[in-house]
């Protein structure tokens, strides 16, 4: 079985920072996709970050110089660093990866649970 565990979200003041982990575990052949993305209250969820194995990553407009996502592969974690954090955005943060489990069969996608990010004075 196929898992992300998300951990890290919690209550910030304006331009404080978070960092937010995402681990994987199962069966794991490889991962080709990490991402984040989040939702606020009454809003789509949106894109945050992404990276294919191998590229550079895509930043919403948004978090541009204010987030940075990475990997480490030993542990199969990605990480959203989050930097002068602003109220809006405050929403629940997903990690979503796609994991390839055996060698003959195509990667699937995941989701992790959510947390929650609140930026509030």
């Known amino acids: 079985q196929v898992q992300l565990v998300e951990s890290g979200g919690g209550l910030v003041q304006p331009g404080g920072s978070l960092r937010l982990s995402c681990a994987a575990s199962?069966?794991?052949?490889?991962?080709?996709?990490m991402g984040w993305y989040r939702q606020a209250p009454g809003k789509q969820r949106e894109l945050v970050a992404d990276?294919?194995?191998?590229?550079?990553?895509n930043y919403a407009d948004s978090v541009k110089g204010r987030f940075t996502v990475s990997r480490d592969n030993a542990k199969n974690t990605q990480y959203l660093q989050m930097n002068s954090l602003k109220p809006e955005d405050t929403a629940v943060y997903y990690c979503k990866a796609g994991i390839r489990k055996y060698s003959y069969n195509p990667g699937s996608l995941y989701w992790g649970q959510g947390t929650q990010v609140t930026v509030s004075s």
């Open positions: 199962g069966s794991i052949f490889s991962i080709n996709f």
């Open positions: 990276i294919i194995s191998g590229g550079t990553p």
